[in-house]
């Protein structure tokens, strides 16, 4: 308890960092917000050995100061890159007026992220309260692991839609543009997204017992499932921006109460009849896809954009091939190397069928001049 007043530090910081990453990106000022991370990383890194010492020597207090090192060093250096951009001059502050159109619209956009937040919190305790029900505090250990690494390492791209897609997608005014812009953030999605998820779900055993021990094996077996369910989720968080980007908010706040209290239903019914966190797993992926599949359908009837085509092709092959890889090493919880390299080279490609003629070209004369 102690500690607990301390915490006003980091939290006061966090608040500052969020103002000046989102200047930095309404500059798009993209290389920035990127350096901004690693300045983060770096200063957590410098903090971390000396702040284990005074730990150890009985000043627990020190652990809210390496909570703090990461932000002050992002707020520095994000601090830095704005002050020398000369965004606002005095006479700027001396005509800025308070919009109340932008006002509200902020308002509003920020109350409908903040309860989709709220709600997908609410919802995982629930689910982790029924998970303790069952199998006691080793089944909410399983359940945090494997909700942890499903939705860690997919945070890169969930990044990247904060701070570019969505920014991007909004400045736009044209119905025909932001089609266009979404069409080839679905080609992104087979280029990068669906290796990356392939090769989650070929090493899940081994990251599992590197995270964790192989205590925490028996994770595995909801895991698998919420891997599959991850590319469903980013894939449609591409339409769900296209929702907040044009100001769709009423249907956006319906959509997300609607899909997590079916979540939360589905997950009670098939968890307590299964008594397995496989359960939970099985709700969490037909979530995902139900979402999915509502955006396809309104986005496409309500924005007179056939979107399922950006769905089609690639992106499909890309999600039987997520599908035979977690059939492939369905049970398996050590990692086969002969089997991740037979995928490697089926993502290959993969990843060359999706580029065009063009760009083919290009990167095959890349690699002739690096071998070269």
């Known amino acids: 308890t102690n500690l607990i007043p301390w915490l006003i ?24 917000l990127a350096i901004t991370q690693v300045v983060q990383g770096l200063f957590l890194a410098l903090a971390a050995y000396p702040v284990s010492l005074l730990v150890k020597s009985g000043y627990p207090v020190a652990m809210v100061a390496f909570i703090s090192c990461g932000l002050l060093g992002g707020v520095i250096y994000a601090g830095v890159k704005v002050f020398r951009a000369e965004l606002f001059s005095r006479s700027d502050f001396r005509r800025a007026v308070l919009n109340k159109a932008d006002f509200t619209g902020f308002v509003k956009l920020s109350g409908v992220i903040f309860f989709s937040f709220f709600l997908v919190a609410l919802v995982l305790l629930a689910i982790r309260l029924m998970a303790t029900d069952i199998g006691g505090l080793a089944y ?37 543009d932001r089609s266009r812009f979404v ?3 679905m080609r992104m999605v087979g280029i990068i997204i669906v290796p990356v998820v392939v090769l989650t779900i070929c090493l899940k055993g081994l990251i599992v017992n590197a995270l964790y021990s192989k205590a925490f094996l028996p994770a595995l077996e909801i895991l698998r499932w919420m891997l599959i369910a991850g590319f469903l989720k980013i894939s449609g968080s591409f339409l769900g921006n296209l929702l907040l980007a044009k100001q769709d908010l009423k249907v956006y706040f319906w959509k997300q109460l609607t899909i997590y209290s079916t979540f939360l239903l589905a997950s009670y019914l098939i968890f307590y009849r299964l008594e397995s966190l496989e359960g939970i797993g099985i709700a969490y992926c037909l979530m995902c896809l139900a979402n999915l599949l509502f955006l396809l359908g309104y986005c496409s009837f309500r924005y007179k954009t056939n979107y ?4 089609s092709g690639s992106w499909t092959i890309g999600l039987l091939l997520i599908i035979a890889a977690s059939i492939s090493s369905w049970n398996e919880t050590e990692t086969d190397w002969s089997l991740i390299s037979a995928w490697m080279g089926g993502l290959a490609m993969y990843c060359l069928m999706i580029l065009k003629p063009e760009e083919r ?12």
């Open 308 to 311: 399922v085509r950006a769905f």
């Open 9 to 32: 530090v980091p939290l006061v910081l966090n608040v500052i960092l969020v103002l000046l990453q989102g200047i930095l990106n309404g500059i798009r000022a993209i290389g920035s």
């Open 140 to 176: 909410a250990g399983y359940l945090d692991s494997a909700w942890v690494i499903s939705n860690t390492y997919l945070m890169f791209f969930s990044t990247s839609i904060v701070t570019y897609y969505f920014p991007t997608l909004s400045s736009m005014t044209s119905e025909e």
């Open 183 to 185: 069409f080839q953030a």
């Open 361 to 372: 070209r290009r990167l095959f004369a890349l690699l002739k001049r690096r071998s070269a």
